[in-house]
């Protein structure tokens, strides 16, 4: 049923919000201390502060779920260290070229930044970004990332949240016995954060009906601004999604052809069912099936290898989702007005790096997420609210590179490891 899809009914959503905004922009919402504006934000902040409150749970016990979800001491000697090393080379590719190429195509420039905030600085911002010394940077990290984890999740300090969560999941994977209850019950907390996340973005389409009619008010449709900004939103999506697809149809076939000896049109042909499911569902986690049958069929990857390579994937591996989360910060940073320092820009890079590791891998995650690395820079945590409007068709896109950063990855572990080569 059309209506019960999310993509549909945030469509709606937008459409009512833009609708009430022109309609009643000039009569009954003009006044901010109005009870029906007052309405409008409460709907507006009780969703952002909802989606805030998931950040800092989410991001702890997904890692330790992800760390202890390498399961057994052998496999994670065996395989672990090129698994998260080809994980990592591959993110941090995707997000470096999103921040060059974020450098020197910024079209958006040419209008206006919609808010110009003013100079306070936010007290969640965690790294100084006025610190020039790297040994100062280094240190404030180090002081950041060595806190108790009751204080890091109290206060979102997210390097904190972390180091613990590695150090905790690490242990657990080294100290407990493999029957222990304990992996069960993270695996159930987990399982209770994505149940709440889900309730919280059911509320979607009405929390972009609330943010719309905000924006529709404060820009002024139908006055050159709102253009404007319409404008903007639509160069920064083209370029998310050019970037993703750069990074989808060359960098990582590169990567494929060069360390797992795939040719990438095969490897295209190969992989392209578990993409389109991955596009159409928006979902990592959804697309699990699909991908472990493709790597089994079409690529003959050694299972042992795809079942251990594809479930981490799917929750810590997702390339499209840390290249638009670093891009969109640099967007919303002009927007907002605020001046990206070098030091910024690498706490940019950082949480981008970690917020696209903690996200689950279902439609709109890294949502939550998203906000740590806002928060980093010191945007108002409702700038997330632009990201809303635009966020599904992109999600899409970025979703199916997620999928394919991870079938490429359990083809790499597959080679490395020795087995009999993947179906050519
Ligand atoms: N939808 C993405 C995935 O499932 C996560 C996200 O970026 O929101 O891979």
């Known amino acids: 049923m059309i209506f019960k899809n999310l993509t549909f009914q945030i469509f709606i959503g937008a459409l009512l919000g833009v609708a009430v905004g022109l309609l009643f922009g000039d009569g009954a919402l003009a006044n901010p201390d109005s009870d029906a504006y007052q309405i409008i934000l409460l709907l507006k902040s009780a969703f952002l502060s909802a989606l805030k409150m998931l950040i800092a749970p989410m991001i702890f016990f997904s890692l330790i779920g992800g760390i202890i979800s390498i399961g057994d001491v052998i496999k994670l000697r065996e395989i672990g260290g090129i698994t998260v090393l080809y994980y990592f080379s591959t993110t941090l590719i995707a997000i470096v070229l999103g921040l060059i190429a974020i450098f020197f195509i910024h079209p958006w420039t040419m209008y206006p930044a919609i808010v110009e905030i003013q100079t306070a600085i936010p007290e969640s911002r965690m790294i100084d970004p ?140 190969q992989i392209s069912r578990p993409l389109i499911v991955a596009f159409s569902t928006s979902s990592s986690a959804a697309t699990l099936p699909v991908s472990m049958r493709t790597c089994d069929e079409e690529l003959g990857i050694d299972s042992s290898v795809s079942s251990f390579v594809l479930p981490l994937g ?50 709109s995650a890294s949502m939550a997420g998203m906000q740590m690395v806002l928060l980093a820079v010191g945007i108002p945590l409702e700038a997330i609210a632009i990201l809303l409007v635009i966020e599904r068709p992109l999600d899409t896109v970025r979703t199916a590179v997620n999928v394919e950063g991870d079938i490429i990855g359990a083809l790499i572990v597959n080679k490395y490891r020795g087995n009999s080569p993947a179906r050519q």
Do not use: R
């Open 314 to 363: 799917a929750t810590m591996n997702m390339d499209g989702t840390a290249l638009f989360e670093a891009v969109a910060a640099v967007f919303l940073a002009y927007l907002y007005g605020i001046e990206l320092t070098t030091i910024m820009i690498f706490s940019v890079f950082l949480m981008s790096m970690v917020s696209s590791i903690g996200a689950p891998g279902m439609p």
């Open 130 to 269: 006025g610190s020039d010394s790297i040994v100062l940077v280094l240190s404030q990290i180090l002081s950041l990332a060595l806190t108790n984890p009751v204080s890091a999740l109290v206060n979102l300090n997210i390097i904190g949240i972390v180091t613990n969560a590695i150090l905790i999941g690490l242990a657990m994977v080294l100290a407990l016995p493999k029957q222990s209850s304990l992996f069960g019950f993270i695996d159930q907390v987990n399982a209770v954060i994505i149940q709440v996340l889900k309730w919280v973005l059911k509320f979607l389409p009405i929390g972009i009906f609330a943010i719309i009619v905000d924006f529709t008010i404060k820009l002024g449709v139908g006055e050159g601004n709102s253009a404007d900004f319409l404008t903007q939103l639509l160069q920064f999506s083209m370029l998310v999604i050019s970037l993703t697809l750069f990074h989808g149809m060359v960098v990582l076939p590169l990567i494929a052809w060069f360390f797992g000896d795939k040719s990438p049109v095969k490897l295209l042909k």
